[in-house]
């Protein structure tokens, strides 16, 4: 239902989708009663030339009801919300699924970078491909990524997959994704990094595996990758801005 207001692109998007269709329902639902029974009261109990105002401690049975079945209700809710909302995060967030292939993101102020695997499909050899503000990925293929901050704190957001990961400075943090819907989606960050953040985007490409290949082949240099030497670790390895862009 949400996919007619954003588009959903990966594997994951609708579990999300449904738990806050559900938590809009819910709590829409107990909005709604809410504020009717307030406004009945308002006009039931207004003002009236003859009639005393009640002093009411709230302290008999009939008059604690109107708090505890509406509290053991609105709790029954919770646990609606709370079980859904515990197995959408594990699933996304503490379970890896077997990777395809591997990417590492690199966030800093104030642009994403992108290494992906050259043609030999591995990560962190002579061949990967690295690029500024643009990733390539092919559609249906599990990708775990990398997640990395040269400077400070920044949030990789791809709203399409519903994918939200902080990235922090002096640590690499791993998560995956699995596209399922071929296009182009916008790469966010979601966590305020300074003055440039706002120039932050970027975008992946979903492709299929012809146009992927198509694209590893306008992008690989063998020249040049036979002569650069894989990095020891991600932070050496990545380029600058610059370089990025050549
Ligand atoms: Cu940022």
Known sequence: ???????????YAH???YQFL?????????LIVAEAVMFWLIF???????????????????????????????ILCDIVIIVPAILVWYNIKQVMPPADATVRVIGQQ?????????????????????????MHVVVNTTYHFELVSRDVVHSFAI??????????PGRTISGWFRPNRVGTYDIQCTQMCGLGHAMMAGRIVVETQQD?????????????AAQQAPPASANEGLTTMAEARR
């Not at 949400?2 to 594997?11: I, K, P, V």
């Open 1 to 11: 239902m949400l996919e007619r207001y954003s588009t959903a692109a990966s594997t």
């Open 15 to 17: 579990w999300i989708d």
């Open 22 to 30: 559900l938590i809009a329902v819910l709590v829409g639902f107990w």
């Open 44 to 74: 039931k109990f207004r003002a009236t030339d003859g009639r005393p105002t009640q002093y009411i401690t709230g302290e008999e049975k009939h008059q604690t009801r109107w708090i505890t079945i509406p509290h053991v209700l609105v």
């Open 110 to 134: 104030w642009a994403w970078s992108f290494q992906m695997p050259g043609p030999d499909g591995v990560l962190d050899t002579a061949d990967d491909i690295r690029t500024v503000g643009e």
């Open 159 to 168: 709203p399409a997959f519903r994918l939200k990961q902080d990235a922090l």
């Open 212 to 224: 992927h290949a198509a694209w590893l082949l306008r992008n690989s240099n063998p020249a040049t």
